[in-house]
């Protein structure tokens, strides 16, 4: 009895408690307290604050924009994970139609966006826009929570938010502009707009 619980039972006992240590104390406080000090915006959820020091979202995380003096981001399919019933750009459950590009009921949803948007033109007496509807304006993301648009997409919409605001559509789109961040290292991605940026750029134009 003696000889296992000094040959087998104390060394595991040992190693399970330095393992404990080192993983479960060590490394998380170094790791943590590394990004804390480095990567401090990065670390916390990438917050974005208004003029007031509050939280209004973040930078990695879409918003649900329906007024026409906002530009809007692309369609959501996350759900509520409680009742099923679509709640876009809910974080706690990021999802995506995983539907093919010949699937009916995508090419149906597709269909209903398009329209969707043209109508949104209509309503503001606006004529609409000649051409496709940019891709991303009607299609999901993998994720369901995408928080940027392409350029193409947000150019779609000067007309609608420069309308809705009173502002030229010269205003609206050199603000776009300004707001185009390019791709990653200069290679990786494509360039695009972050939507909350953008529309809080908008505001500030007030």
């Known amino acids: 009895m003696k000889t296992f619980l000094t040959k087998y039972l104390r060394p595991a006992l040992v190693l399970t408690l330095l393992l404990t240590i080192v993983t479960g104390f060590l490394y998380p406080g170094v790791v943590t307290g590394l990004s804390q000090l480095l990567f401090h915006s990065q670390a916390n959820g990438s917050l974005v604050y208004n003029a007031q020091g509050q939280v209004i979202g ?22 509520n994970q409680n009742t099923g019933q679509p709640q876009p750009y809910n974080a706690e ?23 969707a948007w043209k109508a949104e033109f209509k309503a503001e007496g606006l004529p609409v826009p000649s051409g496709p509807v940019p891709v991303d304006l009607v299609t999901t993301s993998g994720s369901g929570l995408d928080p940027d ?11 609608i938010v420069a309308k809705a605001r009173g502002l030229s559509e010269s205003v609206v789109q050199q603000l776009v ?13 494509e360039p695009y707009v972050n939507v909350l940026e953008l529309n809080m750029a908008l505001d500030a134009l007030k």
């Open 58 to 79: 973040s930078q990695l995380i879409g918003q649900y924009w329906t007024e026409p003096q906002y530009f809007h981001g692309r369609p959501s399919a996350t759900v």
């Open 93 to 115: 459950n990021s999802t995506a139609s995983n539907l093919g590009p010949t699937n009916k009921t995508l090419i149906q949803d597709v269909q209903q966006r398009v329209a």
């Open 149 to 159: 648009i392409t350029i193409a997409g947000a150019l779609y919409q000067v007309p």
């Open 177 to 189: 502009m300004s707001h185009v961040h390019g791709r990653f290292l200069g290679i990786f991605g």
